[in-house]
């Protein structure tokens, strides 16, 4: 008897013990990963410079306007003391595209590339900069040692990779100048083609379910698919986008019968495709919950009134399901944020630098822009693929903290 | 209205057997009875709203100036459109107190006239006793107001469209005693205008404010059925039922 229940104690313990345990992991795990994209994200850099800027202007370059960057320029060209920008460069470079029409992002690029050619040698991770400070100036002196005669020394900066340049550049071929404008573009593209797809017809056949279908084996079955199609990997979805969207139907996810040629099927209208089917589950079973949650009491009130069930459906059923059809969908938008697989075997492009400019065009996503770059092997495209990730789980998180927000006022009202 | 020969089934059940029963024009009938004899069923099907429920289904005829309510060509929304119904919790719309009662109006007629609009929800407001309490706060959500306050509210709702017919199901369960009491009082003002069915489990309510009464039983099959109709004082009084003598007088159910 008394042992008995010491025993049953002991293993109460245990339990406890082991589902503290798996929580503490998960935890931990969530914060070693963010602290991992943090400290690559952050951190000291080791930039070498032909040219200081504060040599060209005694205000910082970027603090200039468009028409003060443009004197500038004219007056290097004309002084013909820098050998990257003599006047015959500079008339060359006008006849391209005047400088008169060039923005003021890209005349700074032109400063930098002819002039200033600032170049990142060495990036340090964020634990670095802050504990091994030695090892930085290390690096640092042995890179000014070895500098060839006439070179300006390299100097030592802090360095968020996460900055205004990040968002507004394009991919390119030198890490520090690249950025995730395209791939946040066309990540935005394909979610919002997913959502105009799938909404309506995710509301719709959660409406058709809950308020219309009669109870039966045909509609239970229904039922149990789409739940079971919630658990379906999303690299089949991937292979079911290439097989139909992309290659069957590709006359018309290219656009060719809009009499838009010069296009595969590999664009953002397949990928919405794609990603449509995938998050429709998603979108059905939430939209179904929140529908099933509206009190029948208040479907009782229309109908005595003498509604009609539509619009009863219409006046009061999906009034009162709205914020968990929100839920839903922000849930099901944040899964298509997410995505990498499906979008792989769709076939986002891999190198891209034009933003996307309709339903037919090519397109990367955020995701696939993150494991290209995890895949290069100089050391800066680490920094920004770390950044990229930053700029990615801050996207997620914030889209499931409203869905939670969503979902907990809902109840509150209820 | 007018009952003959109704059965009511949940799919193979028989919930009610067999009821006729002459509903008198603007006087109160009162259903009472043991739970689960079947009065909100039978009630509901003077409105058709047990059409909502897939399996059931109604034989005999239920006769609205004549006309049988279940006649194929009949729309159920037509009907409720001239019987209206107010349910046992109070069930007003999670919108503003004038939407509430405008709601019916609307449907019928989508583009009636704001004024003609607003005296409508006056007259249906004033109509359930409850102009004076809220004509300053209409554009207040309608599940802001008390139980008793929302029951009549959801009578305006009904009355707005203007029925023939007004089903109760015990209105005035959920609420306090002097919520009820106004409401008894209402519903002899409405009287003067509507024919009204209520159901209730309040023997003295049906005694004070019905002019008929119906007494149901369960039949060993559990089907319910009539057993008595007669003016509510003969009930209360002089029941020729043994069955409903116990049951009014409170040795039975
Ligand atoms: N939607 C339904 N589906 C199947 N059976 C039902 C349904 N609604 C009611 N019933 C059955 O019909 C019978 C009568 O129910 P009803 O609700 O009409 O009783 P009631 O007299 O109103 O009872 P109470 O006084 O408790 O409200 C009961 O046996 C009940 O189980
Ligand atoms: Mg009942």
Known sequence: ???????????????????????????????????????????????????????????P????????????????????????????????????????????????????????????????????????PASVNAELAKLNNARKAGMPEARVEFRSWVNARFFTQTMGSVAELSGIRTAILGSLAVIAMTMAIALPIGVGAAIYLEEYAKKNRLNDLIQTNITNLAGVPSIIYGMLGLFVFVRALESFTSGAVFGIAGNNGRTILSAGLTMALLVLPIIIINAQEAIRAVPNSLRQASYGLGATQWETIRDHVMPAALPGILTGTILAMSRAMGETAPMVVVGASTFIVSDPTGPFSKFTTLPIQIYNWTAQPDEQFRNIAAAAILVLLIILLSLNMIAILLRNKMRNTN | MLAENASIFYGAFRAVADVTLPVHERQITAIIGPSGCGKSTLLRAFNRMNDLVQSARVEGKILLDGDNIYAPDVDAVAVRRRVGMVFQRPNPFPKPIYDNVAYGVRLGNPRIPKPELDAIVEQSLRGAALWDEVKDKLKESGTALSGGQQQRLCIARAIAVQPDVLLMDEPCSALDPIATIKIEELMQTLKERYTIMIVTHNMQQAARASDYTVMMMMRPDRAGEMIEFDQTEQIFTNPRDKRTEDYVSGRFG
Do not use: C, H
């Open chain 1, 1 to 59: 008897m008394q042992s008995n229940i010491i025993s049953r104690k002991r293993n109460a313990k245990i339990g406890q013990a082991i589902m503290f345990a798996s929580t503490a992991f998960a935890l931990i795990a969530l914060v070693a990963l963010l602290l991992n994209v943090l400290n690559r994200s952050f951190g000291n850099v080791i930039v070498r410079r032909e040219i200081e800027p504060s040599v060209l202007s005694p205000t």
């Open chain 1, 61 to 132: 370059l970027e603090q200039l306007s468009r028409d003060e960057l443009n004197a500038l320029v004219k007056r290097i060209a004309d002084s013909d003391d820098y050998d990257g920008l003599t006047r015959g460069a500079y008339r060359r470079l006008d006849s391209e595209k005047p400088f008169a029409e060039r923005s003021q992002a890209e005349i700074l690029t032109v400063i930098n590339e002819r002039l200033i050619k600032e170049e990142v040698v060495a990036s340090f991770t964020l634990w670095q900069t802050l504990f091994e």
